[in-house]
């Protein structure tokens, strides 16, 4: 489970930049897929076993920061360029 907190907490696109948060839970799922399904068919689950907690905070930790959009630019497609969104 140490490996798969810090897997989550370090996952990034090629170029550097950070995944959407859809994206995140698309690729835990398809990790947790991936397990259960056949042929590897493990007996746990990576997002609701106990074992995994931390592994979960872990992830949950980089949603909440994902979904901050003061930390997250915003692209305007009416401009064309991307700024900082900023609360009205």
Same mark, same amino acid.
């Given at each position: 489970?140490?490996?798969?907190?810090?897997?989550?907490?370090?996952?990034?696109?090629?170029?550097?930049?950070?995944?959407?948060?859809?994206?995140?839970?698309?690729?835990?799922?398809?990790?947790? $897929?991936? =397990?259960?399904? #056949?042929? +590897?068919?493990?007996? %746990?689950?990576?997002?609701?076993? @106990?074992?995994?907690?931390?592994?979960?905070?872990?992830?949950?930790?980089?949603? $909440?920061? =994902?979904?901050? #959009?003061? +930390?997250?630019?915003? %692209?305007?497609?009416?401009?064309? @360029?991307?700024?900082?969104?900023?609360?009205?």
């Amino acid at each position: 489970a140490g490996i798969l907190e810090e897997f989550y907490e370090n996952l990034t696109k090629p170029d550097g930049e950070e995944y959407s948060v859809s994206t995140m839970h698309t690729i835990r799922a398809s990790i947790s $897929r991936y =397990l259960t399904l #056949p042929p +590897q068919s493990k007996p %746990f689950s990576i997002i609701r076993d @106990r074992e995994f907690k931390r592994a979960n905070e872990a992830f949950y930790r980089r949603i $909440r920061r =994902l979904q901050n #959009p003061r +930390q997250q630019p915003a %692209f305007h497609y009416a401009t064309g @360029r991307t700024a900082l969104w900023q609360p009205h």
